[in-house]
C-alpha cells in the first residue's frame, strides 16, 4: 500500500456498470424473463430478475430461476446472450455520466470498473462506449469472486496501491453496498438502477443519490475540497431522504 499523503477525498473511484453507469437493467432483466418463458420455466416477475444484477452466474439463477436444472444451465445463457445481444446496441450511458467521467479524468483522478459482467462482455461494453481511456483497471466477476465478495475491491486496491479508507465504491446495488463493506472500503448508492432506495437503505453506505446529477455534483465536488479536518472523510451532504 501506498503511504504518501493525499488531498484528495478519495485516491480511487470504483464504479459499477450496469444500473450506474449506463442504463441496461431493464434490457437485462428483460433478458432474463425471456430466456425463462423460452426454456419453459416459471418467469421471475421483473422486480426479482432486477435483485441478480451484478451478481454472479450461478448466485444469479439460483435466485432468479430457482427450478432451472443444472443440466440446462447451458440452454438458460445461451437464449439470454441471444436476446441480451440483440438489445445490447441500443443501451447508453445515464444522462450525465459520460460528463461526469470525463471531468474525473481531465483532473487526473484514477477511476476502475469493478462488475458482475463477463470480462468478454466489459470488453465489448467499454469499446462500444469508447471509455477505456477512463479506466486505470478493471475488474469482472468470472476473473475471480462475484459480489457480493470483496475480491474485485481488494484486488484494484492491492494492484493500485490504494488504501481502503481512500477508496470509494459507487454502486446500485446492495451487492455493490455489501462488497465495498467487506473489503473496508466506503461506498454510495445511486437509486436509479436496480435496486430502488428502500432496498439500498438496508446496506451501509454514506449517501444516496436518486440522478448521475445528483452523484455527478457530490463527486465532484469531494474531489476539489479535499479531506475535511486533515481526516481523510469528508462526509459531505447526505442524501437520503
Do not use: C
Amino acid at each position: 500500500m501506498s503511504h504518501t499523503r493525499s488531498t484528495r477525498t478519495f485516491d480511487l473511484i470504483v464504479f459499477d456498470w450496469d444500473g450506474t453507469l449506463v442504463d441496461s437493467t431493464a434490457t437485462i432483466s428483460e433478458s432474463i424473463r425471456a430466456a425463462a418463458h423460452d426454456l419453459g420455466l416459471a418467469v421471475p416477475d421483473r422486480q426479482r430478475a432486477s435483485w441478480v444484477i451484478g451478481l454472479g452466474l450461478h448466485d444469479s439463477l439460483r435466485h432468479a430461476v430457482p427450478d432451472l436444472e443444472p443440466g440446462r444451465i447451458a440452454a438458460f445463457v445461451a437464449r439470454y446472450r441471444a436476446h441480451f445481444l440483440a438489445g445490447e446496441a441500443r443501451l447508453r450511458p445515464f444522462a450525465g455520466i459520460e460528463p461526469l467521467l470525463a471531468a474525473l479524468h481531465q483532473a487526473g483522478h484514477p477511476m476502475a470498473v469493478a462488475t458482475g459482467k463477463s470480462r468478454q462482455g466489459l470488453n465489448r461494453a467499454l469499446l462500444q462506449a469508447d471509455w477505456g481511456r477512463y479506466f486505470v483497471s478493471t475488474r469482472t466477476a468470472d476473473e475471480g469472486q462475484a459480489k457480493p465478495h470483496p475480491w474485485m475491491l481488494l484486488d484494484l486496491m492491492n494492484e493500485l496501491g490504494v488504501d481502503p479508507a481512500k477508496t470509494l465504491m459507487v454502486g446500485d446495488t446492495t451487492h455493490d453496498l455489501e462488497m465495498a463493506a467487506a473489503a473496508g472500503a466506503r461506498a454510495v448508492a445511486v437509486s436509479y438502477g436496480a435496486h430502488g432506495s428502500d432496498v439500498l437503505r438496508q446496506s451501509p453506505h454514506e449517501a444516496m443519490f436518486h440522478s448521475a446529477s445528483e452523484l455527478s455534483a457530490w463527486l465532484l465536488a469531494q474531489q476539489s475540497a479535499g479531506p475535511a479536518g486533515g481526516s481523510g472523510h469528508a462526509p459531505g451532504p447526505r442524501i437520503d431522504p
